[in-house]
């Protein structure tokens, strides 16, 4: 009895040491994002040797989902009202991008992959691991085959995108993010991640997709706005957030998850390569149309989750609000467009 009551927190606290071990050493080995890339490929490889945290999973995730939403949100600007009108456009062009390439990428896996079409769209569309899969069940999709290309795109996305940023550099400074900022305290660090709390948790509770990343964002930014302060967190917070997202995605890692992906190898392959690709392009489309620096359009043309992408722009410096906003937009899209769409094409 005494073991099962210290078994979860046990196991959490596992995942903690062995997270910030591997961003520690990915960053002795100059990986790139090696806080998110290392702790993800260190968790990873102990929870598919059977570490999980069943009961404390969803409240790990929400935890996570506040502190990313949090430094995200510290991060606007009152400058950037004035850019959202010029929003609009490239927001129409990534949720259509979304949309097109999820029904491509679904045609492709079920053409040459052999799948059934429900399978192979939910497994194909750039939305987050939870809703596909939970979304493919309620079809009769086969959501092993669904999550495993789910995550293989996902881990494919981060390596390749944080490769492509840290080759690229810094082209051009960020166009709207302040550079400068208060480093909070504690009263206003636990401040500052109380309002984000309670704005996280209240969006998670009307079933907002990603509703505590967003609903602790907009919380925190306008609390910033309100009271016309700038504040940046500790670096220590920002860190201990990348490594978060980096466990919540190595957790999602079972034995299971690699069985199904050696039969899957060469549709793996083929999702990430045609989603990479399209996204880059879509990233080069947004930098001559917007003049937004290309950095920031890699970034917010990724086919990732906005607590990936987010968190990944607050670490190179790239505009935090041009990148969270898109992906808001194009989750809201392949929930609220695409998911009735594939109900009336899936029989």
Known sequence: MLVELFQAPLSLLASVVVGGIGARLASRLHFPSPAVIGSMLA???ISSAGLSLPGLLPVLRSGIGVAVGAVLGVRVSLDLFGQLRFMAGPAVVVSAWAVATGLLGGHLLAVFANMT????LFAATPGGIAEMTLAAASFGAHTPTVAA????RLVGVLLTVS???????????AATVPASGQV???ATTLTLLGVAAAGG?????????????IGAMVATAAAGVGTKSEWRFHPAIIHWSQ????MIVGLSFTAETFMQLATLVLPALLLNVVMVASGVGLAHLLHRWTGWDMVTCLLASAPAGISQMGILSETVGADVCVVSLLHVVRLVTVIGVLLPLLGAVVP
């Open 149 to 152: 290309l789910q995550l293989t």
């Open 243 to 246: 490594v978060g997202v980096g």
């Open 201 to 213: 948790l209240f969006l998670q509770s009307q079933g907002v997709p990603a509703g505590t990343i």
């Open 43 to 45: 968790v990873g490889l």
């Open 184 to 186: 909070a305290g504690l």
């Open 163 to 173: 490769a492509l940023v840290n080759g690229r550099g810094r082209q051009a400074p």
């Open 117 to 120: 079409q429900a399978t192979a």
